[in-house]
């Protein structure tokens, strides 16, 4: 790049950084700039950059670079003196002095950069306020910082008003704990500095810009995200396809190593928050995340029988197609073992979409795995042509599986058949899982109802459903001891073999 860099006049340079982002980084600051940008980024440039468009926010997982990408933004307006006065804030005001240090910084030992756009500093020096002289616009730019409860109201640095203000990270679990601190937050930001941003008659461009990781459902960002006048986005670490947003940065196979750490320690809500900024709230939750035991010792008993449930996905509709929701749910397959009045989720099987060949092949290989004794497919619709085609494999093989015909089909609503089958034997720790081989399921459990995909604990509580009604009949090792009156002891079989 070096070599073709020198070969352009000043002004073609100067049309590359104003127009070409990627190369504004990774031309003036290739110290910060080390990897590939995330994929999210041109699309955080696009809004900052879109005139008229007077309020940003931006939840990005922890380690998206929100914050490098807004220091990056700041110092470009400075150098195309797009900007007069601007103002950080945040949580304190050590934070917000982080990045007007980093700016001044910039000025100060990156010399190629400061010496083409002639930037020096001014008077004013110190990471509370800073002045920044451009020598191309014969412009003086302030940039003041500030923390998030001190003095914002009117300020007006030589007759300008800020331009651009970055709240960054202005909340944290303290105030934004109860309704009281998070209208004090929404008052300073919607109100002292909102109120305080120019006029788009002084600066066409003018901007707030918000960066915020979520903290609850009431608090300052998920605020903007309601407010049609507020132009928000949410970038998790994970796609639909629950692959890494930056996999230069963050390899999908080491997220979810660290996601199922997580799991482990019981601080899923915790990566939630900070890695796929989702809220869950034990609170706003129908489960608890202390009622779920891992195996004992990691490993499933001996014994027991086992139960396979499918919660399929039929074939997308004319209008899903065309609304690019051909492959919008997961199709499950789970099993359960009831063992001594216990349920222990063996093992579930998950793939996108419809696909009838994949769910043949897991069914028999789940089967065979765990000597499946009875299944059952949801008994609604597409479900009984799937019951259909897997009874003809059946008679294909010459080899025939239990299947459980309902009498009737429930017709409850998911939730409430999901919380009355499962709450009661959760809640008295009967429920038995690896927690790390099924981070999915884990977290469902642990947001729902809050959850946009509920396939997998769907799954589960189908099969759980199945054992809970025939596991005790069917467990030809689930004795029970008695005392006889005269103290001798007798065993009881209560079940017996299928």
């Not at 616009?137 to 003041?144: C, E, F, N, R, T």
């Not at 928000?232 to 639909?240: A, G, Q």
């Not at 890695?275 to 990691?298: H, N, Q, Y």
Request: a negative charge; proline letters at 5%.
């Amino acid at each position: 790049m070096e070599s073709k860099i020198q070969e352009v006049t000043a002004e073609e340079l100067l049309l590359l950084s104003a127009t070409n982002n990627d190369f504004y980084c990774q031309h003036w600051f290739p110290k910060t700039f080390r990897q590939v940008g995330a994929p999210f980024h041109p699309q955080m440039w696009d809004a900052l950059e879109t005139p008229h468009e007077r309020h940003i926010g931006c939840e990005v997982f922890r380690g998206g670079a929100k914050t490098t990408v807004l220091r990056t933004f700041t110092s470009k307006r400075i150098a195309l003196a797009q900007s007069r006065t601007i103002l950080y804030t945040s949580e304190t005001s050590t934070h917000a002095e982080r990045s007007v240090r980093w700016i001044k910084n910039q000025v100060l030992y990156n010399k190629p950069w400061a010496n083409f756009f002639k930037l020096e500093l001014g008077k004013k020096k110190t990471d509370e306020w800073l002045e920044i002289y451009n020598g191309i616009d014969d412009v003086m730019i302030s940039l003041v910082s500030l923390g998030i409860t001190g003095q914002s109201r009117g300020i007006v640095l030589d007759d300008y008003r800020p331009d651009l203000i970055i709240v960054d990270d202005a909340c944290n679990e303290e105030n934004t704990a109860t309704p009281e601190q998070r209208k004090k937050i929404d008052n300073l930001v919607f109100g002292a500095f909102d109120k305080s941003l120019a006029p788009p008659t002084e600066a066409q461009d003018a901007k707030i810009v918000l960066l915020q990781t979520s903290l609850n459902e009431l608090d300052l960002i998920n605020t903007c995200h309601k407010d049609p006048a507020w132009k928000t986005f949410k970038f998790s670490c994970f796609d639909e396809e629950e692959k890494s947003t930056w996999e230069e940065r963050f390899p999908t196979e080491f997220l979810k190593k660290e996601k199922q750490n997580h799991i482990r320690m019981n601080r899923l809500p915790l990566w939630l928050r900070e890695m796929e900024c989702k809220i869950v709230a034990e609170s706003t939750s129908d489960f608890r995340s202390g009622w779920l035991k891992d195996w004992p010792g990691g490993i499933l008993p001996e014994g027991g029988v086992h139960f396979l449930y499918i919660d399929p996905v039929p074939p997308p509709s004319p209008r899903e197609i065309a609304m690019g929701l051909k492959d919008k749910d997961w199709e499950v397959l789970t099993v359960v073992k009831y063992y001594r009045g216990d349920y222990f989720l063996c093992e579930s099987a998950r793939n996108k979409g419809h696909t009838p060949e994949w769910t043949l092949m897991k069914f028999w290989y789940l089967i065979d795995r765990w000597d499946v004794k009875l299944w059952e497919a949801e008994p609604v619709n597409y479900q009984r042509t799937l019951k259909w085609l897997i009874e003809k494999s059946m008679t294909d093989r010459g080899r025939f599986i239990n299947v459980h015909a309902p009498l009737k089909t429930d017709m409850r609503k998911k939730r409430v058949k999901i919380i009355d089958t499962l709450q009661p034997v959760a809640s008295q720790g009967h429920i038995y899982i690896n927690k790390q081989q099924n981070p999915e399921f884990v977290e469902q459990y642990t947001s729902y109802p809050n959850v946009v995909h509920e396939d997998d604990l769907d799954s589960f509580v189908g099969a759980l459903k199945l054992a809970m009604e025939n596991g005790p009949l069917m467990d030809a090792d689930y004795d029970e001891v008695y005392e006889n009156e005269d103290g001798s002891y007798e065993t009881q079989q209560l079940g017996h073999a299928p």
